[in-house]
């Protein structure tokens, strides 16, 4: 575990993360929400944000979560089987999909926050602080 810690290290350090890890920072600091269910939480949400600047990458995605048929799917088609195979995943393994703790008031420390983070330059597309906000509220009853 140690090393596959250390290759994954070495390669998210070369590439970054995105947003959907500088808003589990976030939320792991603010609601103290443990790292890894934060990010499988804003992962699915943040997919369907970035899916316009993905090329064919999310097709790929598809295919390693066993969704059969992308090679005849448009690329609308397969981004969204993507997106819905990872949020399938997150439903199966037990991620919430509510943070229950979240609240309106909150947003704009939270948008502030997740936009200041270290891994937000290695997201694909440019988030306003609107955009945070909007990502943020899916997580709310």
Do not use: W
């Not at 979560?65 to 399938?88: I, L």
């Amino acid at each position: 575990m140690a090393l596959a810690q250390y290759i994954a290290g070495m390669g998210f350090s070369n590439v970054g993360l995105g947003i959907a890890h500088s808003m589990a920072h976030t939320l792991g600091a603010v609601y103290d929400t443990p790292h890894g269910v934060a990010c499988a939480m804003m992962l699915p949400n943040v997919m369907e944000f970035n899916a316009d600047t993905t090329g064919d990458k999310f097709a790929n995605i598809a295919r390693a979560m066993g969704v059969e048929g992308v090679d005849d799917m448009s690329v609308e088609e397969y981004r969204k089987a993507a997106v819905d195979a990872v949020r399938k995943l997150s439903v199966d393994v037990g991620i919430p999909t509510v943070l229950e703790a979240l609240k309106e008031e909150d947003l704009d420390f939270l948008a502030e926050s997740a936009a200041a983070d270290a891994c937000t330059p290695g997201n694909p597309k440019e988030a306003s602080l609107e955009d945070y906000k909007t990502l943020f509220r899916k997580l709310m009853k």
